[in-house]
Each structure stands twice: as structure tokens, then as C-alpha cells.
T-cell receptor, first 114, second 107 residues
Framework: DTGVSQDPRHKITKRGQNVTFRCDPI?????LYWYRQTLGQGPEFLTYFQNEAQLEKSRLLSDRFSAERPKGSFSTLEIQRTEQGDSAMYLC????????????FGPGTRLTVL | RKEVEQDPGPFNVPEGATVAFNCTYS??????FFWYRQDCRKEPKLLMSVYSSGNEDGRFTAQLNRASQYISLLIRDSKLSDSATYLCAVKDDKIIFGKGTRLHILP
């Protein structure tokens, strides 16, 4: 399977714990995006990378959230001191570099904070 | 005004009917436009890109109206399998999604 992959697919954690998610993009795609989606809403943009450079961060991304893409391939999204409001589906997408190219999504990581 | 707005629906449409969705966007400098389909508890999947001249893919037709800043999706001869949420997406460097329009095709 050469699509976008995400791990884990599901994560249940207690409030206050830290969690980390991983995304592996399509191999020739140099752009990688993180989105968050809650029930009844469209995906909300969090941040994106071009290669290893983080180019934009949404104001939704509080200081408890951090994302990295150290070698320009896979990316991690970490949430520190999780809150119940962090419960959502976290989606990763990748695309080729030009702005006209469509994004392809991974299956997402569903986070539940108890 | 929200960046991308859609009627959330639901649209309940009998099988075989034609249904159309509109989506408006606020950034007049937006360059790329897409429709995604999302099934329940699945990730969004690209349905089609939207080109300035309009484009068609089988039963699906997408249109872009830059002057009025909206895009549309028309589904002809709807099938039960078309039931899903349809997300409008507008892209500059990143894609901004609407909340989606829920479509239920009724047998």
C-alpha cells in the first residue's frame, strides 16, 4: 500500500497524559499536513510542512501541540497534557509541492481523552 | 464570513434524482478548488478537482464561479452508494474545508 499511513489508528488516554501520533506520507510528496476533525465538522487545518520546514501553524494549535518532520519524510504530532476537548480524529494528508495539487489523506488517528 | 461555507443538509433525495450542492469561499485569491467525499468514520477522499471551465466525471459535474466566489457539485442519476458527506475544499498553500453537506439517497 503506497498511500498515506497513520499510527496508531485509535488512542485512548487519560486527561493530562501526553500522546504522540505518526504519519507516513506518500513517498514522493514533499508537503505534509495535519488536520483535526470533530463530529459534524469538516477537517480543521492545524499545520503543514514542506520537506522538513514547518511553514504554517493554525491558531488552533496551542502550545500543548507540537509537530515535527525531522528528515522531511514521516511526521509526528504530539499533544502534551491532553484535555477532553482534544478528543477528535487527527488526519494527516500529503501532496506534491505545487499549490494546485490535491491532498491525499491517511485513515486518521482517533483520539479519546477520558 | 467563514472561509468556506456549505449548507450542512441533510439532503434526502430519492434514488435516480439529480442533486446539487453549492459552496462559497471568502478568499478571492484562492487558486485551487476540490470536492471531497467522506463516508462515516472514514477519511476524506478526493472526488474531483474543480476547474475554471467546469468539468465532468461521469454522473458528477463541478463548476467554479470566480466572480461570485462559489463552486458547485451536481450529481445526476443518484445512486444509493452516493450517500455520504461532501466536503468543499479551497486551497492556497493549505486546504481549507467546509463543514460538509450530508447526502442521503433514499431507495
Amino acid at each position: 500500500d503506497t498511500g498515506v499511513s497513520q499510527d496508531p489508528r485509535h488512542k485512548i488516554t487519560k486527561r493530562g497524559q501526553n500522546v504522540t501520533f505518526r504519519c507516513d506520507p506518500i513517498s514522493e510528496h514533499n508537503r505534509l499536513y495535519w488536520y483535526r476533525q470533530t463530529l459534524g465538522q469538516g477537517p480543521e487545518f492545524l499545520t503543514y510542512f514542506q520537506n522538513e520546514a514547518q511553514l504554517e501553524k493554525s491558531r488552533l494549535l496551542s502550545d500543548r501541540f507540537s509537530a515535527e518532520r525531522p528528515k522531511g519524510s514521516f511526521s509526528t504530532l504530539e499533544i502534551q497534557r491532553t484535555e477532553q476537548g482534544d478528543s477528535a480524529m487527527y488526519l494527516c494528508a500529503s501532496s506534491r509541492g505545487t499549490s494546485s495539487n490535491e491532498q491525499f489523506f491517511g485513515p486518521g488517528t482517533r483520539l479519546t481523552v477520558l | 464570513r467563514k472561509e468556506v461555507e456549505q449548507d450542512p443538509g441533510p439532503f434526502n433525495v430519492p434514488e435516480g434524482a439529480t442533486v446539487a450542492f453549492n459552496c462559497t469561499y471568502s478568499n478571492s485569491a484562492s487558486q485551487s478548488f476540490f470536492w471531497y467525499r467522506q463516508d462515516c468514520r472514514k477519511e476524506p477522499k478526493l472526488l474531483m478537482s474543480v476547474y475554471s471551465s467546469g468539468n465532468e466525471d461521469g454522473r458528477f459535474t463541478a463548476q467554479l464561479n470566480r466572480a461570485s466566489q462559489y463552486i458547485s457539485l451536481l450529481i445526476r442519476d443518484s445512486k444509493l452508494s452516493d450517500s455520504a458527506t461532501y466536503l468543499c475544499a479551497v486551497k492556497d498553500d493549505k486546504i481549507i474545508f467546509g463543514k460538509g453537506t450530508r447526502l442521503h439517497i433514499l431507495p
